[in-house]
């Protein structure tokens, strides 16, 4: 089996509402879809979400990375292409979105598991009383996980956390890198009372030293995630204890043959993690959701909750989501 053409198409979802963090405002989840067509009729198909403030990668750019290596590609197996791919200097979405229809069209070897699994939901950064508003119909859809998504205002974050405290909900907290050390110990004190599952990246991403200071310090899980992106950066965070967790996002190490290299890795070293996304597309989701299913043993938390943002479902999705739990169709 060899490849015989590689093309590209944009895609958009519309979302119910605006998804608002402390790195961007989306409105719309815009993606590249890629697929790859070998001489024997097989295809598969991979995407890759615009996510800037993340990867530093527009539509543009994955579009333009894609184009750079695809001639490259064509005539190789698909095992062969996976290799030259990650010899390549360019964004990991667009790696990401080509690892994947290549990940495909190898022979799989295991059958797919077929397990239940639980995903948060996002609420997004608002004023209090509205964050509290989409907590509570969240609650009341049958979601029971809430990733809580916070910016600089630590007072706020600290009002917000305490009110959501009476909620019937686990929380993930998650300032994405917009606190320093001192905020974030500030918060800790002010929230001592309240069960918190974790605390995802409150600093930086290259601010190893402060995040291996409030790892430390905090009673609650400190989750790496924009500090995470290779197996080389989860090695890091674990060996000079930056960070209880890891965050693993096929958009960030580059798709799903590194994503099992992070998560053998992980395996290995009883680390547990949490498998997330981006905004993305439904055949991403599907990807990361049969990993998620394969590793169920490391995969602590998940935070795949794209299709629940839609706002019409997609008929493209393997899966069913009911509430918060995700079965296979």
């Known amino acids: 089996m060899k490849i015989l053409d590689i093309s590209t198409e944009?895609?958009?979802?519309?979302?119910?509402?605006?998804?608002?963090?402390?790195?961007?405002r989306v409105d719309a989840v815009e993606f590249v879809r890629v697929k790859v067509v070998c001489d024997?009729?097989?295809?598969?198909?991979?995407?890759?979400?615009?996510?800037?403030?993340?990867?530093?990668?527009?539509?543009?750019?994955?579009?333009?990375?894609?184009a750079f290596i695809q001639e490259e590609l064509i005539g190789?197996?698909?095992?062969?292409?996976?290799?030259?791919?990650?010899?390549?200097?360019?964004?990991?979405?667009?790696?990401?979105?080509?690892d994947m229809a290549?990940?495909?069209?190898?022979?799989?070897?295991?059958?797919?598991?077929?397990l239940t699994l639980q995903t948060d939901i996002?609420?997004?950064?608002k004023d209090s009383d509205e964050m509290i508003s989409d907590a509570t119909q969240a609650i009341a859809s049958g979601m029971n996980i809430l990733k809580v998504k916070f910016g600089g205002d630590i007072k706020h974050a600290i009002e917000v956390t305490n009110r959501l405290s009476e909620l019937d909900a686990k929380l993930i907290i998650?300032?994405?890198?917009?606190?320093?050390?001192?905020?974030?110990?500030?918060?800790?004190?002010?929230?001592?009372?309240?069960?918190?599952?974790l605390i995802e990246q409150p600093v930086k991403a290259d601010e190893l030293h402060e995040l291996r200071c409030i790892t430390n310090y905090s009673h609650v899980p400190i989750l790496a995630d924009e500090s995470v992106f290779t197996l080389e950066d989860a090695k890091a965070i674990i060996?000079?204890?930056?960070?209880?967790?890891?965050?693993?996002?096929?958009?960030?190490?580059?798709?799903?043959?590194?994503?099992?290299?992070?998560?053998?890795?992980?395996?290995?070293?009883?680390?547990?993690?949490?498998?997330?996304?981006?905004?993305?597309?439904?055949?991403?989701?599907?990807?990361?959701?049969?990993?998620?299913?394969?590793?169920?043993?490391?995969?602590?938390?998940?935070?795949?909750?794209?299709?629940?943002?839609?706002?019409?479902?997609?008929?493209?999705l393997e899966f069913d989501f009911n509430g918060c739990e995700i079965t296979r169709k």
Request: hydrophobic fraction near 45%.
């Open 102 to 114: 290549l990940f495909y069209l190898l022979p799989q070897t295991k059958e797919k598991q077929n």
């Open 239 to 316: 060996e000079y204890a930056c960070a209880d967790m890891i965050n693993i996002k096929l958009m960030k190490c580059g798709g799903v043959t590194k994503a099992i290299e992070i998560l053998e890795f992980a395996r290995k070293n009883d680390i547990k993690c949490m498998l997330g996304s981006m905004l993305e597309g439904p055949i991403s989701i599907n990807a990361a959701l049969n990993l998620a299913m394969e590793y169920s043993d490391v995969i602590a938390y998940i935070d795949l909750d794209s299709p629940l943002l839609y706002k019409e479902p997609s008929n493209e």
């Open 122 to 125: 996002t609420i997004s950064l």
């Open 10 to 24: 944009v895609k958009e979802i519309a979302l119910k509402t605006p998804f608002i963090t402390a790195l961007r």
């Open 174 to 197: 998650d300032a994405n890198q917009a606190w320093t050390q001192d905020d974030t110990m500030e918060y800790l004190e002010a929230t001592l009372n309240v069960k918190l599952e």
């Open 40 to 66: 024997d009729g097989s295809v598969a198909y991979g995407e890759a979400p615009a996510t800037r403030a993340v990867t530093g990668e527009d539509i543009y750019s994955i579009l333009s990375d894609i």
């Open 76 to 98: 190789l197996t698909p095992k062969d292409a996976i290799v030259s791919l990650h010899l390549a200097e360019m964004g990991s979405s667009a790696k990401a979105a080509l």
